[in-house]
């Protein structure tokens, strides 16, 4: 299973339609970050990972009540 069968799945659980899902992926052309959308990502985080934008990507998606707890 790789991780666009995984979000779908995760995705008809209605537990988890908010949850956020980002993809970590060397693929980063336009296409497949769309593939990813489509598979029901929120977003997606390009490989090699910098911590920076992982950050941001990460505050972006999680509460700031929960980060801090």
């Known amino acids: 299973m790789d991780g ?9 659980d ?3 339609k ?12 336009v296409e497949d970050i769309e ?6 990502m929120n977003d997606h985080l390009p490989k090699p990972i910098d911590p920076e934008v992982m950050k941001s990507k990460l505050l972006k998606w999680l509460s700031l009540d929960k980060v801090n707890k």
């Open 14 to 16: 209605c537990r988890f």
């Open 35 to 40: 593939r990813c959308r489509k598979a029901g």
């Open 4 to 12: 666009y069968e995984a979000t779908e799945i995760i995705r008809k």
């Open 18 to 29: 908010k949850l956020p899902i980002i993809a970590m992926t060397a693929r980063t052309m």
